[in-house]
C-alpha cells in the first residue's frame, strides 16, 4: 500500500520566493497534519485538518505561512515570501479513524532550505 | 513546563545491552501513547503503541504508569540497527473532540559494536 507521498522531496530557494510544498494522505485517512522539524525546536505541529477542514491551526508560525485541503486525496503548505528561518524538514502525516488509535503515519518529508 | 518531556541523550550502550528510556507527560486526560523511531534524516516511523497493561513486541517493551505520569520503553538485546531516535508521543483531548498528538524531543540511542 502507498503510504503519505509528499513532494517535492528537496526544495532550494531564495529569501522572498513562494514555496509549495504538498502532499497526498493515505487513502482512506480522515486527518491531516503538517508538521515542522529542526534542530533547535524539534517537531512542531503546523495545522490539522480533518474530513477536509482545518481544525487547528495555531502552529502556524504567521501569515506567510498557508494551508489547504481541496479534497480527500490532497494538501498543500505555501509559504509566501521565504525566510531563511524558514529552513527545515516538513513532514505530512495522516490519521485513519479513531478505530486505529489515532497513530500517524509520516510521509518522507520535504527538506527546505530558504536562502 | 513541555507537555512531554525526554531525556535527549545520547545513550551509548554495546551491542546486547538492555536499555530503558524514560519519557513524562503533563496532560492527565491524555489517553492515547505511542513511541515512535526516527531514523536521521527519515521519517518519524510508528514503532509501538502503549497499552495501560504494557506490552511487548520482541525485544521492545513498553509500559505506561498513569498516577505517576510517565512511559517507558525497554530495548532488550540491543541491535547496531536499533541506533535511532527514539520519540515519546501523547495525545492531547481537545474539548472539540478531535485529538492532537504531541511529540517528545526525542532519546538519542548508539549501539555500538
Known amino acids: 500500500d502507498a503510504g503519505v507521498i509528499q513532494s517535492p522531496r528537496h526544495e532550494v530557494t531564495e529569501m522572498g520566493q513562494e514555496v509549495t510544498l504538498r502532499c497526498k494522505p493515505i487513502s482512506g485517512h480522515n486527518s491531516l497534519f503538517w508538521y515542522r522539524q529542526t534542530m533547535m525546536r524539534g517537531l512542531e505541529l503546523l495545522i490539522y485538518?480533518?474530513?477536509?477542514?482545518?481544525?487547528?491551526d495555531s502552529g502556524m508560525p504567521e501569515d506567510r505561512f498557508s494551508a489547504k485541503m481541496p479534497n480527500a486525496s490532497f494538501s498543500t503548505l505555501k509559504i509566501q515570501p521565504s525566510e531563511p528561518r524558514d529552513s527545515a524538514v516538513y513532514f505530512c502525516a495522516s490519521s485513519g479513524r479513531a478505530g486505529v488509535g489515532y497513530e500517524q503515519y509520516f510521509g518522507p518529508g520535504t527538506r527546505l532550505t530558504v536562502t | 513546563r513541555k507537555e512531554v518531556e525526554q531525556d535527549p541523550g545520547p545513550f551509548n550502550v554495546p551491542e546486547g545491552a538492555t536499555v530503558a528510556f524514560n519519557c513524562t507527560y503533563s496532560?492527565?486526560?491524555?489517553?492515547?501513547f505511542f513511541w515512535y523511531r526516527q531514523d536521521c534524516r527519515k521519517e518519524p516511523k510508528l514503532l509501538m503503541s502503549?497499552?495501560?497493561s504494557g506490552n511487548e513486541d520482541g525485544r521492545f517493551t513498553a509500559q505506561l504508569n498513569r498516577a505517576s505520569q510517565y512511559i517507558s520503553l525497554l530495548i532488550r538485546d540491543s541491535k547496531l540497527s536499533d541506533s535511532a531516535t527514539y520519540l515519546c508521543?501523547?495525545?492531547?483531548?481537545?474539548?472539540?473532540?478531535?485529538?492532537?498528538?504531541?511529540f517528545g524531543t526525542g532519546t538519542r540511542l548508539l549501539v555500538s559494536p
Open positions: 502503549v497499552y495501560s
Open positions: 485538518f480533518n474530513n477536509n477542514v482545518p481544525i487547528d
Open positions: 496532560n492527565s486526560a491524555s489517553q492515547s
Open positions: 508521543v501523547v495525545n492531547s483531548p481537545r474539548g472539540t473532540g478531535f485529538q492532537k498528538l504531541v
